[in-house]
T-cell receptor
Framework: NAGVTQTPKFQVLKTGQSMTLQCAQD?????MSWYRQDPGMGLRLIHY???????DQGEVPNGYNVSRSTTEDFPLRLLSAAPSQTSVYFC????????????FGEGSRLTVL | GDSVTQMEGPVTLSEEAFLTINCTYT??????LFWYVQYPGEGLQLLLK?????DKGSNKGFEATYRKETTSFHLEKGSVQVSDSAVYFC??????????????FGSGTQLTVLP
């Protein structure tokens, strides 16, 4: 089972560049989300989706866009990268009826210079 | 709003020592509580959960009891192993908050177990 797959695992960007972090899950989960992990701050929710065509903002959405055209995929877009977006990003998914029981990808480490 | 407070690390123990990682929470409703574990270079994995007061979650020798009176969900293990070295996150999901699928995480506690 592939579970939740994130790509790329590592990325270095210059300020102002754009990029997309990819996330795919093969468990037919309705719920998908993106978190960022920063030292001493735990995980903070960026955006989430409860199903195809439905997205909503989390705690720290500024500077990020998402879309959910299929159940399987939930890409995260950085339109104009800033050094403050240097972080480790995690995609997660779950069944809607099992709130809180998330399956995480392995993470994507992003550095913005 | 909801919040989770964990004991600050890092925590360093010898193999076979007793482990306690403290976690307290603030929530407006009746949250479910979770412990997640993150091994080096990996994503988080669900370790255990409890959905109502006095429930005890357990897995891989770890236990945590949902204490509503003290708003706590402390993680314990009687005898740690080197393979338990990881970062542990306490989290809550508040069903009454309107966004049941959102988790609020603590800041994480780094555990290192020495042979």
């Amino acid at each position: 089972n592939a579970g939740v797959t994130q790509t790329p695992k590592f990325q270095v960007l210059k300020t102002g560049q754009s990029m997309t972090l990819q996330c795919a899950q093969d468990m037919n989960h309705e719920y998908m989300s993106w978190y960022r992990q920063d030292p001493g701050m735990g995980l903070r929710l960026i955006h989430y989706s409860v199903g195809a065509g439905i997205t909503d903002q989390g705690e720290v959405p500024n500077g990020y866009n998402v879309s959910r055209s299929t159940t399987e995929d939930f890409p995260l877009r950085l339109l104009s990268a800033a050094p403050s977006q240097t972080s480790v990003y995690f995609c997660a998914s779950s069944y809607r009826r099992l709130a809180g029981e998330l399956f995480f990808g392995e993470g994507s480490r992003l550095t913005v210079l | 709003g909801d919040s989770v407070t964990q004991m600050e690390g890092p925590v360093t123990l010898s193999e076979e020592a007793f482990l306690t990682i403290n976690c307290t929470y603030t929530a407006t409703g009746y949250p479910s509580l979770f412990w997640y574990v993150q091994y080096p270079g990996e994503g988080l994995q669900l370790l255990l959960k409890a959905t109502k007061a006095d429930d005890k979650g357990s897995n891989k020798g770890f236990e945590a009891t949902y204490r509503k009176e003290t708003t706590s969900f402390h993680l314990e293990k009687g005898s740690v192993q080197v393979s338990d070295s990881a970062v542990y996150f306490c989290a809550l999901s508040d069903l009454s908050a309107g966004s049941a699928r959102q988790l609020t995480f603590g800041s994480g506690t780094q555990l290192t177990v020495l042979p």
